[in-house]
């Protein structure tokens, strides 16, 4: 199993910026895809930025031009850069991996426990 923890999070004024980690530990798996989920108090959990094994990127139309998502193979982890933050920024982050279990070929999938980013107006 893979196991992820998110760091980072925290107060910032509006138009501030954060940097969130997840780093991905564990034995024998691959990572396919990382995405970076959010949950805003009362909404559900949308997805805000994913990054390939390959390094593509994609992200929610809403943070287009201000975050960036990457990843450090070498250290499994991966990073959002939130730059020029809103209020409706603020919420938990999570941190969501598509694996490959080496030992079995299975994919699997796997959550972090989140980190909350509050901005203030």
């Known amino acids: 199993q893979v196991q992820l923890v998110e760091s980072g999070g925290g107060l910032v004024q509006a138009g501030g910026s954060l940097r969130l980690s997840c780093a991905a530990s564990?034995?024998?798996?691959?990572?396919?895809?990382m995405n970076w989920y959010r949950q805003a108090p009362g909404m559900q959990r949308e997805l805000v930025a994913t990054?390939?094994?390959?390094?593509?990127?994609n992200y929610a139309d809403s943070v287009k031009g201000r975050f960036a998502i990457s990843a450090d193979s070498a250290k499994n982890t991966m990073y959002l850069q939130m730059n020029s933050l809103k209020p409706e920024d603020t919420g938990v982050y999570y941190c969501?991996?598509?694996?490959?279990?080496?030992?079995?070929?299975?994919?699997?999938?796997?959550w972090g426990q989140g980190t909350q980013v509050t901005v203030r107006s």
């Open positions: 969501n991996a598509y694996f490959m279990l080496l030992e079995t070929m299975k994919y699997r999938g796997s």
């Open positions: 990054i390939t094994s390959g390094g593509t990127t």
């Open positions: 564990g034995s024998h798996f691959s990572i396919n895809t």
